[in-house]
């Protein structure tokens, strides 16, 4: 095994680090600092059950049964029991990258010695990281509040070896994970239980890699906006730095500077002409923008997120020990739902610039991009694919941080829903690349069919051909969706 890339103290995570440790497989340890950290907050437990203290979470129930007493004998059946009886998720399984995400973010998470577990659980379950055992966890169940109590139990089932988990390539029971990678299940003691239950973890999982998605589709969709531009002979006027800086939104001039540079050496754009195109041209600067200011300003509420003490309650050197709810996920619901919606436009304005390739009176060219109209219907029904997309994800867009439900006989009588907002916005960020996917078709068609090909920008040029090499001109009809799927590889791979 390599040497590790990353050094976790709880405070200094990145949203790049995570998307490299969860996709690639990349090893990380925790550093010498944070295992101190781990360990004086577990003595600091330990003493409170040799004192008989009365503390939330330690030696009482939970929720609703914050007032009913529990002895130091009780607290490992206490611990074991949270576990089995809050895995009650059900649906589809959370991806592997987000399940890694999950447990990354659990070791930061206890590396910044708050939450009072022994060294024995962090170790073990950096090992489940590092030797890619996945536990199983369905993705439906968490409120928000509480933390993403269903998932979270799912997820530290396989370290008391229960549950099941993913490994070798196979699904087996997560005793069976353990004891195939040579490892033991762990016997957790108190408060252990609820520190692994406690937390943003799933939500925070799902948002630190659909920011990090966000922010490529932003330049896949620029790029796009590049060759439609090329393909309508676009007015560059609208790109004139002067424009943007009157109006100095950062994401605005970003992209319009984008654009521009995408641009450079196109024999096909013109400038200094007395016509202005249409907004899904002229305003691409704009409204990417928007998306681009959008996505830097929910990067760095995920990245604080990430690292952040989320458990309760929290145990401080000083033998303090207070409670508060910082396991609330209102941060990261309210940034999901703000980002999706930023995400969404992206794909409405792309549906746009394909209806205006496609229709030959906007264009110029053949009807639906087809050498011979009327016998062959080209990239006609692909544009639908994409207004289905879109309107999807107009309901999906819808706040899901305005919704709330008591539970837990109204002790916790206000949730996030922000586990539900990141859904929602993983699933906007799928569909806005199948969206620009197609306009990428769309366009590469549109170059062939116009025979534009040696007037392309480098850049530009570069996009074609590697789409070029991957998916044949359209000649005369066959199955789209084949072509739509390897394009939206290339897009998920990096590889435009």
């Known amino acids: 095994m390599n040497e590790p890339i990353v050094e976790l103290t709880g405070d200094s995570l990145t949203i790049s680090d995570m998307v490299i440790i969860v996709r690639d497989n990349k090893p990380i340890n925790i550093s010498k600092e944070a295992i101190m950290r781990i360990n004086k907050a577990s003595e600091i437990v330990q003493d409170i059950l040799k004192e008989k203290r009365r503390v939330y979470g330690v030696t009482t129930g939970f929720g609703y049964l914050q007032n009913t007493p529990v002895s130091p004998e009780d607290a490992q059946k206490l611990q074991n029991n949270l576990i089995i009886s809050h895995a009650a998720g059900v649906g589809p399984e959370f991806s592997r990258d987000v399940v890694r995400g999950m447990m990354l973010l659990q070791l930061n998470k206890f590396a910044r010695g708050h939450s009072g577990v022994r060294f024995e659980v962090v170790s073990l379950l950096l090992d489940l990281l590092n030797k890619d055992i996945i536990p199983v ?43 195939k990678a040579g490892l033991l299940p762990v016997e957790l003691t108190a408060k252990e239980g609820l520190a692994l239950l406690n937390g943003t973890q799933a939500m925070t999982s799902i948002a630190a890699i659909a920011v990090a998605d966000a922010e490529y589709l932003v330049k896949i969709a620029n790029l796009a906006t590049s060759m439609s531009m090329e393909v309508h002979r676009a007015n560059i ?36 002409i007395a016509f202005q195109d249409s907004y ?127 539970v837990s006989a109204n002790q916790e009588d206000h949730v996030s829903m922000g586990t539900i907002a990141a ?74």
């Open 423 to 496: 859904l929602h916005t993983q699933r906007i960020i799928e569909h806005v690349q199948f969206i620009l996917a197609i306009e990428l078709l769309c366009v590469s068609q549109a170059i062939d069919v116009a025979e534009i090909q040696d007037k392309l920008a480098h850049t530009t040029l570069e996009v074609y051909q590697k789409i070029r090499k991957v998916i044949p001109m359209l000649h005369e009809d066959r199955e789209l969706s084949p072509d739509i799927n390897t394009c939206v590889e290339l897009i998920r791979n990096r590889r435009l």
């Open 280 to 406: 899904s041209l002229r305003c691409a600067p704009v409204v990417h923008g928007a998306t681009l200011d959008t996505i830097r300003y929910v990067k760095r509420i995920v990245k604080t997120e990430m690292n952040s003490s989320t458990d309760n309650p929290l145990i401080f050197t000083s033998n303090t020990i207070l409670s508060g709810g910082n396991f609330h996920g209102q941060p990261i619901a309210l940034v999901m739902d703000f980002l999706g919606i930023a995400v969404a436009e992206l794909g409405n304005i792309s549906e746009r610039r394909i209806e205006r390739l496609l229709n030959p009176t906007l264009s110029g060219l053949p009807a639906f991009l087809s050498l011979e109209s009327g016998l062959n219907s080209g990239f006609m029904v692909a544009q639908y694919t994409a207004a289905s997309l879109v309107s999807e994800n107009k309901q999906l867009a819808s706040p899901s941080s305005v919704d709330s439900i008591p």
């Open 137 to 179: 966890v369905p993705s439906q169940g968490s409120l928000g509040a509480s933390g993403d109590l269903a998932p979270l139990a799912h997820l530290s089932l396989v370290l008391i070896g229960k549950g099941y988990a993913h490994y070798g390539g196979i699904q087996i029971s997560g005793l069976e994970a353990l004891e």
């Open 237 to 272: 006027d609208a790109l004139n730095p002067k424009i943007h800086q009157v109006r100095p939104h950062e994401g605005q001039i970003d992209t319009a500077g984008a654009i521009r540079e995408y641009l450079k050496g196109s024999k096909l754009v013109r400038e200094n």
